[in-house]
């Protein structure tokens, strides 16, 4: 929370077209760019599965900083997705390329509605979502990981510049 605090503090600037979100943050270094495509697919993927689009979008930003072409071990795109682990998802929605935003960002947003639909809170769905170890303890310590606080964090910021 501290950290949306700064980002006011620092400065933010919305285009005149609203297409894209730049919040500066307290050290200056990192800015919240999010590009009108993810803002789309996000309000429509936040409406198909009562997901907060920007909670999508912070996940996105997490995740890869909004890049599509992103890869990390197994993982793929905007918003990290395992090929391997997600193969069926994948099939049962369509989707061949990982690196295509609109398809990644719908496998990931239909992983994440499953955790939720499966009785997890959003907390633990996103530490479950992210491949985090330790959650039970986690839980039970009353404690979030830092992915979580910075995807709640920005998803929070988010929602206070969309006027929510």
Not at 139 to 157: D, N, P, Q, R
Request: proline share 1%; charged share 25%.
């Amino acid at each position: 929370m501290k950290r949306i605090i700064r980002w006011y503090l620092t400065g933010i600037a919305l285009t005149a077209a609203g297409s894209l979100l730049i919040a500066a943050s307290a050290n200056g270094q990192e800015k919240i760019e999010v590009p009108e495509e993810v803002i789309q697919i996000s309000e429509e993927l936040g409406q198909a599965y009562s997901i907060c689009p920007e909670t999508i979008q912070a996940i996105a930003w997490a995740e890869s900083r909004f890049q599509a072409d992103a890869v990390n071990g197994d993982c793929t795109g905007i918003m990290q997705v395992s090929g391997m682990w997600h193969e069926d998802r994948m099939e049962r929605l369509g989707v061949t390329d990982l690196t295509e935003i609109r398809g990644n960002m719908t496998v990931a947003v239909d992983f994440l509605s499953e955790l939720v639909r499966d009785g997890e809170d959003l907390e633990e769905a996103l530490m479950k979502y992210h491949g985090e170890s330790r959650i039970g303890q986690r839980l039970e310590a009353g404690e979030m990981s830092e992915y979580v606080e910075e995807v709640l964090e920005v998803s929070a910021f988010l929602e206070e510049m969309h006027g929510k």
